[in-house]
């Protein structure tokens, strides 16, 4: 049905086709007496029809054609009294007209058809009185029809096209909202890796201002200091490489930075006034890079957040974290569930998508993913891995 919506927009005229040939054809196609031979009636009914293919680019043009055929059958006897098909014809482009904001050419068109309808009606109803004046009370209200018809669909269109302009333009503003929600991210992340650089290269000035002062009282010492320069040195470019691909911001004012130990704070705080919220916790975070246990304390954070607004209040959540083996192939999983909580007919989290994407950004720096979306009860469930390589050794 879609396709086939499609190709009726692309190709209007295919729904006229049923029209055109009703139209095309006379039923009264006969030869009688009153009537001009059968290949004169043909004729004209294709001179009256085929206007129709090009009504809608240029419908004033096909609406004078088509009159100027029926003023002309009618001097030329073609049909006789048979007025309906003439009729009808004129009645679609009136509408035509209306439906394109043509209000004053169908006026005039409706105009020159009331003339055509009277004169006829006078011709061929003389014997007849009330006959013409039948005739012209069924043009009058073809023609009424067919108007408040074109008025009805144009009022429809542009209804359908300011509805459409308005959704692409809320679009548009979710799409800004989203990306300038994204760069404050970018820009948060950036100065918190600011942080964690500043803070190894402070450690490797430090360790080598010492092993400068220990190399002739105690070498042993001094290989050991030059080891920690080495691995933090090494976590620091890790760093740079992360830094470098995120925005920076020359604002300094900000307070310390979370750490891993404050997770557990971080959960009570989110579990109070409501259902607990469980912890589980696997592995050891030591040798974790600064900037890896910072991000997922935020992405914890970001997870507990969106349960305190959007999660019904007796909703239960679970916040688990596998901080992996160390080594070449060291991957840290951080899932956050919550159901849908007995007072809440299975609402998740109808989040406008900004908390994701600075989750999403901030997994992007390890190159890792992250999965978030409905769980199986109604509640919502976020799912991230953080791969670690080898050279990004904690300080």
């Given amino acids: ?41 043909l004729a004209f009914s294709l001179c009256l029809v085929l206007p129709l293919l090009w009504r809608r680019r240029h419908p004033f043009g096909a609406a004078a054609v088509i009159m100027a055929v029926a003023w002309a059958q009618y001097f030329a006897m073609v049909w006789g009294s048979d007025w309906h098909r003439t009729d009808l014809v004129v009645a679609v482009a009136l509408y035509t007209l209306v439906v394109q904001g ?14 055509l ?31 408040l018809l074109g008025e009805f669909i144009r009022a429809r269109r542009d209804y359908v096209e ?16 989203a990306r300038a929600a994204v760069a404050e991210e970018r820009t948060h992340i950036a100065r918190e890796l600011h942080d964690v650089v500043a803070h190894a290269i402070s450690v490797i000035v430090v360790n080598a201002e010492g092993a ?20 933090t040195g090494r976590a620091a470019l890790g760093e740079l490489r992360r830094l470098l691909e995120v925005l920076h911001d020359d604002e300094t004012t900000r307070g310390p930075q979370p750490s891993l130990a404050e997770l557990t704070e971080l959960v009570a705080r989110a579990g109070a006034g409501r259902s607990a919220i469980a912890l589980d916790i696997v ?40 901080f992996g083996l160390p080594g070449r192939a060291r991957v840290v999983r951080i899932e956050v569930v919550n159901d849908a909580g ?44 953080l791969p670690i390589t080898s050279d990004e050794g904690a300080a």
């Fill in 162 to 177: 300011e509805f459409e302009r308005r959704a692409a333009l809320a679009e548009s503003e979710r799409a800004a909202l």
């Fill in 102 to 115: 043509r209000r004053r050419q169908a006026a005039l068109l409706t105009s020159v058809g009331l003339v």
């Fill in 342 to 385: 007995a007072r809440s007919a299975g609402s998740g989290l109808p989040s406008s998508g900004h908390g994701l994407a600075g989750m999403r950004q901030r997994v992007a720096l390890f190159h890792g993913t992250l999965d978030a979306g409905p769980g199986r009860d109604g509640g919502f469930v976020v799912r991230a891995m």
């Fill in 283 to 322: 592995g050891d975070p030591e040798d974790l890079p600064a900037s890896a246990a910072l991000q997922t304390y935020r992405i914890v954070q970001e997870s507990l957040t969106n349960v305190i607004k959007h999660a019904a209040p007796d909703a239960g959540a679970r916040v688990g974290i596998d």
């Fill in 212 to 231: 400068k002062l220990m190399r002739h009282n105690d070498p042993s010492a001094v290989d050991r200091t030059l080891d920690t320069v080495s691995r």
């Fill in 1 to 41: 049905m879609h396709r086939l919506n499609l190709l009726l927009r692309e190709h209007p005229w295919l729904t006229d086709l049923p029209l055109y040939l009703v139209l095309l054809v006379p039923p009264g196609l006969t030869d009688r007496p009153d009537y001009q031979p059968v290949s004169v009636q």
């Fill in 117 to 147: 309808a009277v004169t006829w009606s006078l011709t061929w109803f003389r014997e007849l009185p009330q006959g013409w004046y039948l005739l012209v009370v069924s043009v009058v209200a073809e023609a009424a029809i067919a108007w």
